[in-house]
T-cell receptor, first 113, second 112 residues
Framework: DSGVTQTPKHLITATGQRVTLRCSPRSGDLSVYWYQQSLDQGLQFLIQYYNGEERAKGNILERFSAQQFPDLHSELNLSSLELGDSALYFC????????????FGPGTRLLVL | KNEVEQSPQNLTAQEGEFITINCSYSVGISALHWLQQHPGGGIVSLFMLSSGKKKHGRLIATINIQEKHSSLHITASHPRDSAVYICAVRYRRKDSNYQLIWGAGTKLIIKP
């Protein structure tokens, strides 16, 4: 158990819909990272937040957005969902925003039908 | 050409063999991560390196900053080591934000 929690574990929705994935970092961790893993793309870094502010951006689509709240939990919002958005979405956390080890949550499996 | 290249893509070995997985990158980095993903999907962070060598149990990770290369070694491999091993590098962009670039992963199967 990494100490990082993600909800929900599974999510099934339809194209065009909007969903929100939630991540609670380990106690004391200030950074939250979001990743997408699909069968054909491997593991993709989406975005990082540090203490409430966006710190780094990767391959995140404009239809996707994220935020980190004052209690340090984070949400990833996916809108106008497409079939290709079906993937495993991981959240990770680390103590700061430098070279620390990242601790991964169990992931949210999203299926868009 | 991908900025992070891992080799081999697939590796099958017998229990007890010494395993080496390589990662080469083309950008200037501030850190390199090695992660392990099990068949069930769970990801475990193994090492974070910025220089030198780290060891944890039967796992050893090395990095050569000048050659832009890192290796992950597994000694006395065991079937439970079967997983996908992923290399990721962290670098600072011109806008001063950090970005992570991931390798495609190496699928390791250890046969009993």
């Amino acid at each position: 158990d990494s100490g990082v929690t993600q909800t929900p574990k599974h999510l099934i929705t339809a194209t065009g819909q909007r969903v929100t994935l939630r991540c609670s970092p380990r106690s004391g961790d200030l950074s939250v990272y979001w990743y997408q893993q699909s069968l054909d793309q491997g593991l993709q870094f989406l975005i990082q937040y540090y203490n409430g502010e966006e710190r780094a951006k990767g391959n995140i689509l404009e239809r996707f957005s994220a935020q980190q709240f004052p209690d340090l939990h984070s949400e990833l919002n996916l809108s106008s969902l497409e079939l290709g958005d079906s993937a495993l979405y991981f959240c990770a956390s680390s103590v700061a925003s430098g070279q620390e080890t990242q601790y991964f949550g169990p992931g949210t499996r999203l299926l868009v039908l | 050409k991908n900025e992070v290249e891992q080799s081999p893509q697939n590796l099958t070995a017998q229990e007890g063999e010494f395993i080496t997985i390589n990662c080469s990158y083309s950008v200037g980095i501030s850190a390199l991560h090695w992660l392990q993903q099990h068949p069930g999907g769970g990801i475990v962070s193994l090492f974070m390196l910025s220089s030198g060598k780290k060891k944890h149990g039967r796992l050893i990770a090395t990095i050569n900053i000048q050659e832009k290369h890192s290796s992950l070694h597994i000694t006395a491999s065991h079937p439970r080591d079967s997983a996908v091993y992923i290399c990721a590098v962290r670098y600072r962009r011109k806008d001063s934000n950090y970005q992570l670039i991931w390798g495609a992963g190496t699928k390791l199967i250890i046969k009993p």
